[in-house]
C-alpha cells in the first residue's frame, strides 16, 4: 500500500508542477489587456490539471490511511 500511496502522490507532485508551471506563464505572459479566449481556455486548462493534481494527492493520502489500518 505504501508503494500505490508513493506513486499516487508523485504523479500529483507533477501534476502540481505542471500547474504552478501553467500559472506562471498566465501570470507573467498575458498576450493582451483584455481576456482574450485564448487566455481563457489557458486559464481553464490550468485550472483542470490543478483539480487534478489535488484529486491525486486525496487519492495518496486514502490509500496510506488504509494502509495503516491495515497493518
Same mark, same amino acid.
Do not use: H
Given at each position: 500500500? *505504501?508503494? @500505490?500511496?508513493? #506513486?499516487?502522490?508523485?504523479?500529483?507532485?507533477?501534476? /502540481? /508542477? $505542471?500547474?504552478? $508551471? +501553467?500559472?506562471? *506563464?498566465? $501570470? !507573467?505572459? =498575458?498576450?493582451?489587456? =483584455? =481576456? &482574450?479566449? *485564448?487566455?481563457?481556455? !489557458? @486559464? &481553464? &486548462? +490550468?485550472?483542470?490539471?490543478?483539480?487534478?493534481? #489535488? /484529486?491525486? &494527492? +486525496? $487519492?495518496?493520502?486514502?490509500? @496510506?490511511?488504509?494502509?495503516? #489500518?491495515? *497493518?
Amino acid at each position: 500500500m *505504501r508503494d @500505490a500511496s508513493y #506513486f499516487f502522490g508523485l504523479f500529483g507532485v507533477l501534476f /502540481l /508542477l $505542471v500547474a504552478g $508551471v +501553467a500559472w506562471w *506563464r498566465i $501570470v !507573467r505572459k =498575458p498576450d493582451e489587456e =483584455p =481576456p &482574450s479566449q *485564448r487566455n481563457l481556455n !489557458r @486559464a &481553464s &486548462s +490550468a485550472g483542470t490539471v490543478i483539480i487534478i493534481a #489535488f /484529486l491525486l &494527492s +486525496a $487519492v495518496a493520502a486514502v490509500v @496510506a490511511v488504509i494502509g495503516w #489500518f491495515q *497493518r
